[in-house]
């Protein structure tokens, strides 16, 4: 978790970044992750096959 929102959470509560670049730095580094846990488990599936 810390990993998603560790960095812009810091920079946000100290005013660094705005709350609409919290929430895209957020939304990508997540979809960057599922992205991820997708390819693994996929090649799990076909490891196991």
Do not use: P
């Not at 730095?25 to 196991?48: H, I, K, Y």
Request: aromatic letters at 8%; a positive charge; one cysteine or more.
């Amino acid at each position: 978790g810390r990993t998603i929102f560790g960095d812009a959470a810091r920079a946000w509560m100290k005013g660094e970044m705005t709350d609409e670049a919290a929430i895209a730095q957020m939304a990508e580094r997540f979809t960057r992750l599922c992205a991820v846990w997708d390819g693994a488990r996929e090649a799990a599936r076909r490891n196991a096959a």
